[in-house]
């Protein structure tokens, strides 16, 4: 047993825990009996419990400095809210030239298209108003489509490039509020989130900094 990684992963699924131990305010002796008793470790490895949670609350003092530039960044980020979003999932082998003349009918009609390309599929994202163009290349190439989406759309300053660990705590933001994230892309400054309409306005109200 790796008593600094169970001490570790001990701490990360008790959150109130982290958060004490993140402010300074754990009494580290009675931590480690406790972590003792409820991993059933042995009494003797009570020093390296105790050990490993002095360098934990390190790290995480360490990761609250970082947090405190995130949040700075964030709160010059300006938010942009799409709703009416399709989410089509294509299988992978495709003709990609179809793709091309979507992207090219949809930016006629003043619309956007993101594309992501996986292992396993190529999923195109977009307005929903559009989506007689998609079901025009492949209507029998769709593996699975979803609608009535919103797309969160996060336009940060230059500096994101300078800040590190932001699309960490923006993910981080999203599961400690059980909102799923069905698909997520960036581009340079832009952090892109497309999120189930029912998750609006909780979205809205955590991201707000």
């Excluded at 999923?123 to 593996?143: C, M």
């Excluded at 923006?170 to 998750?199: G, H, P, R």
């Amino acid at each position: 047993m790796n008593i600094t990684k169970e001490t570790e992963k001990y701490v990360v699924e008790h959150p109130s825990i982290k958060d004490a131990l993140k402010k300074g305010l754990i009494n580290y002796s009675k931590l480690s009996r406790q972590i003792i008793q409820e991993l059933s470790m042995k009494k003797g490895d009570f020093d390296a419990i105790l050990a490993a949670l002095r360098r934990l609350e390190y790290k995480l003092k360490k990761k609250k400095t970082f947090e405190k530039q995130i949040k700075e960044l964030l709160k010059n980020t300006k938010l942009e809210i799409k709703n009416k979003i399709m989410v089509c999932i294509l299988e992978k082998n495709v003709f990609y030239g179809n793709v091309l003349e979507i992207q090219k009918e949809i930016k006629r009609l003043k619309g956007e298209l993101h594309i992501v390309e996986g292992v396993n599929a190529l999923t195109l994202i977009t307005e929903q108003e559009f989506e007689k163009i998609i079901n025009k290349y492949y209507r029998n190439k769709i593996i699975k489509k979803n609608k009535d989406l919103i797309e969160i759309i996060l336009r940060s300053p230059e500096s994101l490039e300078e800040v590190p660990g932001v699309v960490g705590y923006l993910y981080s933001l999203f599961a400690e509020n059980n909102v799923n994230i069905l698909e997520t892309l960036s581009c340079w400054t832009d952090t892109i989130f497309v999120i189930k309409e029912k998750d609006f306005e909780k979205t809205v109200k955590m991201l707000s900094f």
